[in-house]
């Protein structure tokens, strides 16, 4: 059974980056046309999709967030990571990775995600 | 971007009775190369993450129970809940994943009533 767990800060400073790491088990993430993504969800709001990272290594941002994030991949330790740089408190949120196919946002498997707050 | 519309926000159906959400995109997300609508929906109880219902408008994830069903094409879909059981207490999101910034809905709040 494929799963999926974030790890990273859970506060962050304003101005500074926020990382955070998703680690697959259970399956690989250089499996063929897989996608691998980032989701938000900030308090009392819904769902905003940040990003996805295809199998072979390019990468699907939101629009909104482009010049912000960078998502990667490390195949040696099956895991990919976000960094969104710059943060304010508008990107305070419960951040969820999770597995995408036939599309970068068409997720079936999801991590429980973790909450990340924004605060001096 | 396209936007994603569902209404209602909250709806509270009796248990055993019919529950009906509804989602309409900004602009059509049936892609006609391959006639296949490119809208899923989603179940998000408390503390859990997103789970994934629907996609390509009316097909059920594996797993999924056959009372829930999606139905519409091009704009105007609809995800309908057969016979209301408690499990299925949750916020209820609609997304479109045909193009960047692949959007959902801003989510149904689904309660007993």
């Known amino acids: 059974q494929l799963q999926l767990q974030e790890s990273g800060p859970g506060l962050v400073k304003p101005s500074e980056t926020l990382s955070l790491t998703c680690t697959v088990s259970?399956?690989?993430?250089?499996?063929?046309?897989?996608?691998w993504g980032w989701i938000r969800r900030p308090p009392g709001k819904g769902l905003e999709w940040i990003g996805s990272i295809y199998y072979s290594g390019s990468t699907h941002y939101n629009p909104s967030l482009k010049s912000r994030v960078t998502i990667s991949a490390d195949t040696s330790k099956n895991l990919f990571s976000l960094n969104l740089s710059s943060v304010t408190a508008a990107d305070a949120a419960v951040y969820y990775c999770?597995?995408?196919?036939?599309?970068?946002?068409?997720?079936?498997?999801w991590g429980q995600g973790t909450l990340v707050t924004v605060s001096s | 971007d396209i936007v994603m519309t569902q209404s209602p926000d909250s709806l509270a159906v009796s248990l055993g009775e019919r529950a009906t959400i509804n989602c309409k995109s900004s602009q059509s997300v049936l892609y006609s190369s391959n006639n296949k609508n490119y809208l899923a929906w989603y179940q998000q109880k408390p503390g859990q993450p997103p789970k994934l219902l629907i996609y390509w408008a009316s097909t059920r994830e594996s797993g999924v129970p056959d009372r829930f069903s999606g139905s519409g094409s091009g704009t105007d879909f609809t995800l309908t809940i057969s016979s209301l059981q408690a499990e299925d207490v949750a916020v209820y999101y609609c997304?479109?994943?045909?193009?960047?910034?692949?959007?959902f809905g801003q989510g149904t709040k689904l309660e007993i009533k």
């Open positions: 259970g399956g690989s993430i250089s499996s063929s046309s897989y996608y």
């Open positions: 997304q479109q994943y045909f193009i960047n910034a692949y959007t």
């Open positions: 999770a597995r995408g196919f036939w599309s970068p946002a068409l997720f079936d498997y």
